[in-house]
């Protein structure tokens, strides 16, 4: 309030237009194998053209690029990609080629250090040519970099080498360094600016580059909290459904994985997780897998689901008959579902549950086989009405309860995260009936959206005096409990067919 010293009216602005900022619902965390890009990093990919130029070319015996592939051919938009290598003692044993060039000197000394611009042998056989810089012949050179095949890749003309030319536009290092799709340059020239400082003229293949994968385990895929390996890179990132494709060889390392990313998604609150079994498996080796992986405890998590079979299609690029893990078709489904519906619409069924991108399904389960796969929580992706869908949309959560179906369990993340990130505008506000009143006035308009649009029944936001007791104030505490009756989905559909005699009276009946 400003000081009143005189008779005058005196504005003070106050904002009731706060509202609750929906979060994202289709962002798919995904930790896999690929031929290049960072490691021990969340990458941003929003297309598969994308994931191709950043992520290289498939790699054999793994998954990760083709589940990307099926997420965007089923409807994804956004993902994190991290990128799994063998780690030593918390270090990827992943190197990135490299080439090291002497300089011009009458006894050369090593000038300039030049890398894969990440790890992996994909960088093995890259060039660089060094040639004299034809705008500045005596001070500057250029370098280009090709490919095997002697195709010209990039040319960088003009470049400036040593300590003293650090300051100018076209030092090696800022002309290259973040620039090329394929290099990274390091400095090793003498402080001075010399023109013997730089690189011998010819041509240099780049070397010992190496993907990281010999000895690689269930381990790197999963990492460990407070670290950047495998899952535990995804967390400073906000992802909605996270998966590990096609890394579980056996039972036993698919119980690792599926306990793992149960585990993650658990710790994390915000996100659920996508689990598969091994290939290969009947109806019942199914059902058995999931309630029994590797002969320990089930699976029970209502932030987790698990799919199956695997599912025959062809490889993109050789035409071969394959047969891919079904979580990276299951995230697009999921991404597919909350466009064409929303987060707490069951990503299921056929409208909005149908997989593209398949020939079959590696075993073809019966309407027996799905009731026993459905009855222990496995959600079956089969043939229903000459369609191929997912077609089951429960968690992993062995208590029978609302949240033993998705569509609950994801909207429970859709509240969680959006009304808490509103909710930091409200900490260290004064805890008092206004700030609660401001509360509920912020998050209701959001809860009745969400009625409206079909995902509650209905809803109660309390943030009173009642809930605030003396204790919890003087404890520096403000409670809101929020009562809402998620809507269910109709998953069994009887349909009675009742023959009437001919004199009754069909409105009676």
């Known amino acids: 309030m400003p000081d009143m010293l005189s008779a005058g009216v005196y504005p003070v602005e106050v904002d009731f237009s706060a509202y609750v900022k929906t979060v994202g619902t289709s962002t798919f965390g995904l930790v896999g194998v690929f031929q290049k890009g960072p490691v021990d990093a969340p990458i941003l990919i929003t297309s598969f053209e994308q994931a191709k130029s950043v992520l290289g070319d498939y790699v054999s015996g793994h998954f990760g690029l ?20 063998k780690h030593t003692a ?54 280009t970099v090709k490919d095997a095949q002697n195709n010209v890749l990039e040319t ?21 360094n973040g620039v090329s799709a394929y290099i990274t340059v390091q400095d090793l020239a003498s402080a001075t600016a010399s023109p013997n400082n730089r690189p011998a003229n010819g041509t240099f293949p780049l070397a010992s580059g190496d993907d990281g994968l010999t000895g690689i385990a269930t381990t790197d895929f999963i990492g460990s909290a407070g670290t950047t390996v495998g899952l535990y890179a995804l ?18 390392a698919a119980a690792t994985i599926g306990n793992a990313l149960i585990t993650y998604v658990e710790g994390r609150k915000d996100c659920v997780a996508i689990l598969e079994a091994p290939l290969g498996k009947t109806a019942q080796q199914l059902a058995d897998f ?60 056929l409208n909005r549950g149908q997989v593209l991108g398949v020939n079959a399904p590696h075993q073809r389960f019966t309407k027996g086989d799905r009731d ?67 509360f509920k006035r912020t998050v209701n308009p959001f809860l009745q959206r969400i009625k409206d649009a079909g995902g509650f029944y209905d809803f109660l936001l ?11 104030i003087d404890a520096n505490t403000m409670k809101a409990r929020l009562l809402y009756q998620p809507t269910k989905t109709a998953e069994f559909l009887p349909i009675e067919f009742a023959i009437a005699g001919s004199g009754d009276s069909l409105a009676s009946l």
């Open 66 to 85: 083709f589940a990307l592939k099926n997420f965007f051919d089923n409807g994804g938009a956004r993902a994190y990609v991290v990128r799994a290598t």
């Open 90 to 143: 918390g270090v990827s044993t992943a190197l990135a080629a490299t080439a090291t060039l002497v300089d011009r000197a009458g006894s050369p000394v090593n000038t300039l250090t030049v890398n894969g611009s990440t790890p992996g042998a994909w960088a093995n056989g890259l060039q660089v040519t060094i040639t004299d810089s034809v705008a500045a012949p005596t001070t500057a050179f250029t370098l």
């Open 372 to 438: 026993v796969l459905y009855e222990v929580g496995v959600n079956p992706i089969a043939i229903v009405a000459g369609v191929l869908s997912v077609y089951g949309q429960k968690t992993l959560q062995l208590k029978a309860s609302a949240k033993d179906r998705l569509n609950v369990s994801r909207l429970e993340c859709f509240l969680e995260s959006s009304i808490s990130d509103s909710g930091q505008f409200f900490v260290f506000e004064a805890n008092n009936v206004t700030t609660w009143q401001a």
């Open 462 to 472: 309390i943030c009173d005096e009642k809930l605030n007791t003396p204790a919890l």
């Open 156 to 176: 960088f003309k003009d470049l400036l080498i040593g300590a003293a030319n650090q300051g100018s536009s076209d030092y090696v290092t800022q002309r290259v």
């Open 235 to 252: 967390d400073s990132v906000a992802v909605n459904f996270v998966a590990i494709p096609g890394e579980g060889a056996n039972d036993a």
């Open 290 to 349: 999931r309630m029994g992986p590797n002969s320990g405890a089930a699976f029970n998590s209502a932030k987790a689901a698990i799919y199956g079979p695997w599912l025959d299609t062809v490889h993109p690029t050789t035409g071969a008959a394959i047969t891919l893990p079904p979580s990276g078709f299951v995230a697009g489904v999921f991404a597919r579902n909350d466009t064409v519906g929303a987060v707490w619409t069951a990503p299921a069924g």
